[in-house]
């Protein structure tokens, strides 16, 4: 499923995240989901078990199928989250990474 943006991004009300190391535009008010899913991208993490690619489904918190690593945390719902600049958005893979469980500081 292609996701498109109705209006052209607005150069001056417009920042940057970066996802996965690559920096990308994002509109005011834009989600997090909103901006990957407009950036063209809609893998946002693999199942543990199987390593299936899952994307957002419901976009409005209730499915769980967007969680992604924000800042270095995990398990974040990127439907629910406002884009902010500079922050660092990443795939989350496998089970989650605990630290506190794992007694160290990832
Ligand atoms: S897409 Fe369903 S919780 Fe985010």
Redesign the pocket.
Known sequence: MAFIRLDPLPCESSAELFFEDRPMRFAQGDTV?GALLAAGIDTFRQTPVTGAERG???????????LVSIDGVENQ????TPARPGMQVRRQTGSRHDAAAAGGDA
């Open positions: 989901a957002p489904w419901c976009l409005m918190g209730v499915c769980f199928e967007c719902r990127a439907c629910m």
